[in-house]
């Protein structure tokens, strides 16, 4: 499986940005999904997760509320549409698949900027 995460940008703060993750491989149907960031200084962090198939949601407190994760399977796109940015939400953003059976993420997207300024 092979990730490409877009969709980051500038915005400013309270402002809203939509990251897409186009997944290559049928079997990506088949993988849970989440969406991580790393903002400078700082170590990666959880930031939302989905199932692969009932599509059960995640969210780590920092987001919660604010931020939805979803999939297409039609389209092997997972999203992550992020409202009431705050500067805090500056990082690059990272998408991952996790396969069936594991409980880490094998593979990882190449990683799209979030720059939120007030």
């Known amino acids: 499986v092979q990730l490409q995460a877009s969709g980051g940008g500038s915005v400013q703060a309270g402002g809203s940005l939509r990251l897409s993750c186009a997944a290559s491989g049928r079997a990506f149907t088949s993988y849970g999904a989440g969406w991580f960031r790393q903002a400078p200084g700082k170590e990666r962090e959880f930031v939302a997760s989905?199932?692969?198939?009932?599509?059960?949601?995640y969210y780590a407190d920092s987001v919660k509320g604010r931020f939805t994760i979803s999939r297409d399977n039609a389209k092997n796109t997972v999203y992550l549409q992020m409202n009431s940015l705050t500067t805090e939400d500056t990082a690059v953003y990272y998408c991952?698949?996790?396969?069936?059976?594991?409980?880490?993420?094998?593979?990882w997207g190449q990683g799209t900027l979030v720059t939120v300024s007030s």
């Open positions: 989905i199932t692969r198939s009932v599509g059960t949601t």
């Open positions: 991952a698949a996790r396969p069936p059976g594991r409980a880490v993420y094998d593979y």
